[in-house]
T-cell receptor
Framework: DQQVKQNSPSLSVQEGRISILNCDYT??????FLWYKKYPAEGPTFLIS?????DKNEDGRFTVFLNKSAKHLSLHIVPSQPGDSAVYFC???????????FGKGTRLSVIA | GAVVSQHPSRVICKSGTSVKIECRSL??????MFWYRQFPKQSLMLMAT?????????EQGVEKDKFLINHASLTLSTLTVTSAHPEDSSFYIC?????????????????FGSGTRLTVV
């Protein structure tokens, strides 16, 4: 049973435009959500997070939106840059000493 | 900030041998560490939760006798892949979670190692 789902395996966006990466979850007990960027053969790099009590969090070019009723979150990157090309993972967690649960990732390609 | 150091970054071993991967928390104590595995173009799948001073908790489908986890100190957890086979070739990543006020942190205290690329030939 996949608790965190990223249904788009890949996304291609023109440089300067907006990239929107989506994530759905099934477990309503998750307290917070995180987005990671990952390159091959490297550990994930933290990008941005959002608490379940908020609906938006912004950090520079990155904004995460959370729709709790729909159990859906999205990461917006604007403007997209070629250096943003990587695999992006959505992850969810809850309070306590528990591991993060990851989606399958979306490969973003930003075309110059 | 909290740093988790993972070694080696890549290793090639012969089929049937054992390989040890180390994960160290450099500037904090980690009572719990998590071990993930990533196959090509796949997600990070949790293998086990490593608890300092006690037995690890393995996820369903992960063989505990094959993937030995030892968490003998508050700063070190090791994963040993025993009698490695080519199908064990994968990318292994460790993670630790800060226990001291993690909710105050943007990353909620989760820190990841840089990963180990294991190739069994």
């Amino acid at each position: 049973d996949q608790q965190v789902k990223q249904n788009s395996p890949s996304l291609s966006v023109q440089e300067g435009r907006i990239s929107i990466l989506n994530c759905d979850y099934t477990n309503s007990m998750f307290d917070y959500f995180l987005w990671y960027k990952k390159y091959p053969a490297e550990g994930p790099t933290f990008l941005i997070s959002i608490s379940s009590i908020k609906d938006k969090n912004e950090d520079g070019r990155f904004t995460v939106f959370l729709n709790k009723s729909a159990k859906h979150l999205s990461l917006h990157i604007v403007p997209s840059q070629p250096g943003d090309s990587a695999v992006y993972f959505c992850a969810a967690g809850n309070s306590g000493n528990t591991p993060l649960v990851f989606g399958k990732g979306t490969r973003l390609s930003v075309i110059a | 900030g909290a740093v988790v150091s993972q070694h080696p970054s890549r290793v090639i071993c012969k089929s049937g041998t054992s390989v040890k991967i180390e994960c160290r928390s450099l500037d904090f104590q980690a009572t719990t560490m998590f071990w993930y595995r990533q196959f090509p173009k796949q997600s990070l799948m949790l293998m086990a939760t490593s608890n300092e001073g006690s037995k690890a908790t393995y996820e369903q489908g992960v063989e505990k006798d094959k993937f030995l986890i030892n968490h003998a100190s508050l700063t070190l957890s090791t994963l040993t892949v025993t009698s490695a086979h080519p199908e064990d070739s994968s990318f292994y990543i460790c993670s630790a979670k800060l226990q001291d006020r993690p909710l105050d942190l943007f990353n909620y205290g989760y820190t990841f190692g840089s990963g180990t690329r294991l190739t069994v030939v």
